[in-house]
């Protein structure tokens, strides 16, 4: 029962950045896995990145790997997603998740049971 709301995203020169923010109401996140996922126009959903809430293990796309750094605020409830060196491929409605606070081993859509309601980022040229 997790409500997720993404902010940050907007239209960005490449090789620019953009810090995306999704705050999380309705029950503490702390024990949650947190993600990002985005979907490109007439592309499928794609998995971006992940942060456990027990050690902090983070996960990357290979895609952004040495680009975006995931992490979350505890104490203000929220996650974020560092997004540097950004990419036209970048180009997407990014959307914030939450699986929990048992999670499974593997990292899987169907497995989040909170969804944001997604932020368009725009990456020119």
């Known amino acids: 029962q997790v409500q997720l709301i993404e902010s940050g995203g907007g239209l960005v020169q490449a090789g620019g950045s953009l810090r995306l923010s999704c705050a999380a109401s309705?029950?503490?996140?702390?024990?949650?896995?947190m993600a990002w996922f985005r979907q490109a126009p007439e592309k499928d959903r794609e998995f971006v990145t992940a942060?456990?809430?027990?050690?902090?293990?983070?996960y990357y796309a290979d895609s952004v790997k040495g680009r975006f750094t995931i992490s979350r605020d505890n104490a203000k409830n929220t996650v974020y997603l560092q997004m540097n060196s950004l990419k036209p491929e970048d180009t997407a409605v990014y959307y914030c998740?939450?699986?929990?606070?048992?999670?499974?081993?593997?990292?899987?859509?169907?497995?989040?049971?909170?969804w944001g309601q997604g932020t368009q980022v725009t990456v020119s040229s």
């Open positions: 942060i456990s809430g027990s050690d902090g293990t983070t």
């Open positions: 998740a939450a699986e929990g606070p048992i999670v499974r081993v593997t990292i899987d859509p169907a497995n989040f049971g909170s």
């Open positions: 309705g029950r503490t996140i702390d024990w949650y896995r």
